[in-house]
Nanobody, 117 residues
């Protein structure tokens, strides 16, 4: 049974940082493409970042390039999203998913990020 549990969200000031974690069970992240997506209030789901199973390729939506970094700890079976230089427009519910993009069927419950001074 695939399970994804996100954590690390919270309140950050503009310019601040947060690190989101996605702890996986029921499969190994080292053998799966993994992605992060977000949904802000009143907006659609947006694919934010992805990492291929072999780690050779990553994806970032233009609005977060140079500020966010996706990574993976195979020993902990966990995927991370390091978010630096946060902006108010980064505020959203962030969820991780198994797969490349947002078309997969396995999702966590999400962790909320608020960016405000």
């Amino acid at each position: 049974q695939v399970q994804l549990v996100e954590s690390g969200g919270g309140l950050a000031q503009p310019g601040g940082s947060l690190r989101l974690s996605c702890a996986a069970s029921g499969f190994t992240v080292s053998s799966s493409d993994m992605s992060w997506a977000r949904q802000a209030p009143g907006k659609g789901l947006e694919w934010v970042s992805g990492i291929l199973s072999d780690g050779r390729k990553t994806y970032y939506v233009d609005s977060v390039k140079g500020r966010f970094t996706i990574s993976r700890d195979n020993a902990k079976n966990t995927v991370y999203l390091q978010m630096d230089s946060l902006k108010p427009e980064d505020a959203a519910l962030y969820s991780c998913t198994k797969g490349w993009g947002t078309g997969g069927s396995d999702w966590g419950q999400g962790t909320r990020v608020t960016v405000s001074s």
